[in-house]
């Protein structure tokens, strides 16, 4: 049984910091891409980060680039989303994803191959 399970999420000050991990079970590791969606109320899923694990290619949305970072411990079967900096507008629920690109983690939602449940970022003072 695939599965992905992320946790990490929370209520944070602006400027404040959170970490994400996604643990991944089920299927062959290094053959996939994992990342990151953010969906807010009314609105689609955005692709936020992703990591390739199989050669480390990254991808950043605009605007996370040089706040948030991405990185997997493959011998734990784990992608983390480190986030720095955070804002009011990062506020939503990260779903965590897997694909065999890691550029389908950028928004292609009918690429994705597994989904996780979410987990509720709030940035608020």
């Known amino acids: 049984e695939v599965q992905l399970q992320a946790s990490g999420g929370g209520l944070v000050q602006p400027g404040g910091s959170l970490r994400l991990s996604c643990a991944a079970s089920?299927?062959?590791?290094?053959?996939?891409?994992i990342g990151w969606f953010r969906q807010v109320p009314g609105k689609e899923r955005e692709g936020v980060s992703a990591i390739s694990l199989s050669d480390g290619k990254q991808y950043y949305t605009a605007n996370v680039r040089g706040r948030f970072t991405i990185s997997s411990d493959n011998a734990k079967n784990t992608v983390y989303l480190r986030m720095d900096r955070l804002k009011p507008e990062d506020t939503g629920v990260y779903y965590c994803?897997?694909?065999?690109?890691?550029?389908?983690?950028?928004?292609?939602?009918?690429?994705?191959?597994?989904w996780g449940q979410g987990t509720q970022v709030t940035v608020s003072s």
């Open positions: 089920g299927f062959v590791f290094g053959d996939y891409a």
């Open positions: 994803a897997a694909a065999r690109e890691v550029m389908v983690l950028a928004g292609n939602l009918e690429g994705v191959d597994y």
